[in-house]
């Protein structure tokens, strides 16, 4: 059998919670992302095959690819296809079944007509009948997941969720302007006031004990007040390389 092709735009954690679950069911999944993502839960992402080539998150491969043609041997091999295509140049040749825009932009996509038979959106942004045809809600709380079929998803309140009573404080956003260069790795353990990073030569130092959830990878420009890492006060190194509940809960609404 043909297996449904499916276009996810965006390789992020959360995309990557939708990829995973798409491909554990049987859907061909070929994920768009640009030349350098800005991901954060990089060892959770499938837009990590564009540094590396090629992925692994749990059990599931991602490879990167040059051309369509390469995306059906890489789907062939039992594996997700990732391209760098910021625009979905793409979309004709490939000719998904379902689209699902993950960029998670927060504002509407822009789209002139839907690009394919069932768009699907995440989060906040979007406009079911409008812009898509489906949206699945991305807050956490009684909806998390929920297919939204008219209207709109709940808003975005710009505040991170809350783990063991901390919130904003997991979030690590770049002090300035500049290259960010790690000074540590995701999953290690951080003290309280211990160097993770740097922006030149502003500093980005734990405000608390816990494990390094994500980073963004060294070498990658960064503008003040960007989230560039997570720090997790559950303390257990896991958690950076599985995919979380959250992301789950949505792959399963998509």
């Given at each position: 059998m043909t297996k449904p092709r499916v276009l996810l735009r965006g390789g992020g954690d959360l995309a990557s919670g939708v990829a995973a679950r798409l491909h554990r069911a049987g859907f061909a999944v070929l994920i768009l992302e640009l030349a350098q993502p800005l991901v954060v839960r990089r060892l959770v992402s499938f837009a990590e095959a564009v540094f590396e080539g090629g992925f692994q998150v749990e059990e599931i491969t991602a490879r990167l690819a040059k051309n369509l043609k390469e995306v059906a041997s890489i789907q062939a091999d039992g594996e997700i296809a990732v391209m760098v295509d910021r625009e979905m140049d793409c979309l004709e040749?490939?000719?998904?079944?379902?689209?699902?825009?993950?960029?998670?932009?927060?504002?509407?996509?822009?789209?002139?007509?839907?690009p394919a038979p069932l768009v699907i959106g995440l989060g906040p942004g979007f406009t079911a009948g409008v812009d898509c045809h489906a949206i699945v809600e991305t807050v956490r709380g009684h909806t998390l997941g929920r297919v939204i079929w008219e209207g709109s998803a709940a808003a975005d309140t710009g505040i991170p969720d809350t783990v063991l009573g901390i919130s904003s404080q997991r979030v690590l956003r770049a002090p300035a302007d500049g290259v960010l260069a790690a000074e540590?790795?995701?999953g290690e353990l951080i003290k309280q006031g211990e160097q993770i990073a740097r922006v030149g030569e502003a500093a980005i130092t734990a405000p608390f004990d816990g494990v390094l959830r994500g980073l963004v990878k060294t070498g990658l420009q960064v503008q003040a007040g960007l989230k560039v890492g997570d720090l997790d006060p559950r303390k257990d190194p896991l958690y950076a390389r599985l995919i979380s509940d959250k992301s789950l809960a949505i792959g399963g609404g998509v």
């Open positions: 040749g490939y000719a998904p079944l379902v689209l699902v825009d993950a960029r998670m932009m927060k504002r509407p996509p822009g789209y002139t007509a839907l540590r790795e995701i």
